[in-house]
């Protein structure tokens, strides 16, 4: 029997877990740190220590797991250089651990997705990141790479530029995806049956920039196309506090800079 973890929460209790699953053949241990520096982890709410991470990885190789797998963003707002050394380093880090505990270096994927901003959440006002960077960014990444065996993974960028025209889109859109479906996409959640070269010549055809609905930073008295629509989370008012946090918080790590 061989038992495969969802990814998992970082924090104390990953040290604990691997203790639990002796006797078991494992796979791989999946794990989200999101972003690998304290001062961007403050700005996204997601406080985790990389201590109980790296601990928690040395628990794991020394019960007899062999890969690791990270799963990390970029194109955050205020995203710099040194925010993807971090995913790098952290990845080599855990890589090395891996020698320590075991006499060999552990194979670590850093599967990096591009960030899209959603609504409903603070970042609903904030624009997407460009083509261009998100290319670069991928790039960086994997040029960074000394250690063969860390692995740099990322999303596929068109599919995630159009996830960020579909997430934050009116219905003007609509149209788009009528036309679309007309010229043969189907099942675009499958690498091998997505499209970007028809989606990106059907906005254009109708239209319709797609850049203004995924790239465009949003004032906060701009009336959102799901404003109307009641979730159970914490209300606008909420959102708007949490996005001027953010700002702030963008501020301070500027000035760090």
């Known amino acids: 029997m061989s038992i495969s973890l969802p990814s998992l929460r970082v924090n104390h209790q990953l040290r604990t877990l691997p203790q639990l699953m002796t006797g078991i053949r494992k796979a791989g241990l999946t794990l989200a740190p999101e972003v690998a520096r304290d ?118 960028i068109e599919c995630s530029l159009l996830e960020g025209v579909l997430t934050r889109g009116d219905r003007r859109i609509a149209v788009v995806l009528e036309e679309a479906w007309r010229r043969g996409c189907r099942l675009d959640g499958w690498r091998e049956c997505f499209q970007p070269a028809v989606w990106w010549q059907t906005f254009a055809d109708l239209g319709i920039d797609p850049t203004w609905y995924s790239q465009r930073s949003r004032p906060m008295t701009e009336v959102l196309p799901w404003d109307h629509i009641n979730v159970k989370k914490p209300g606008r008012e909420f959102l708007q506090k949490e996005q001027n946090r953010s700002v702030v918080q963008l501020e301070v790590m500027a000035e760090a800079t």
């Open 39 to 156: 001062d961007m982890r403050e700005q996204i709410r997601k406080k985790i220590k990389n201590e109980d991470l790296y601990e928690g990885c040395r628990e794991a190789f020394k019960n007899g797991w062999q890969r690791v797998k990270l799963y990390f963003l970029c194109g955050l707002p205020g995203e710099r250089a040194v925010d993807l050394d971090g995913i790098v380093d952290m990845a080599e880090t855990i890589s090395a651990i891996g020698k320590e505990v075991r006499g060999r270096y552990v194979d670590v994927t850093a599967s990096v997705s591009n960030f899209v901003p959603k609504p409903h959440t603070p970042y609903q006002w904030n624009g997407m990141q460009t083509r261009e960077y998100l290319q670069w960014a991928g790039q960086y990444l994997r040029k960074r790479v000394r250690n063969r065996s860390v692995k740099v993974k990322q999303h596929d």
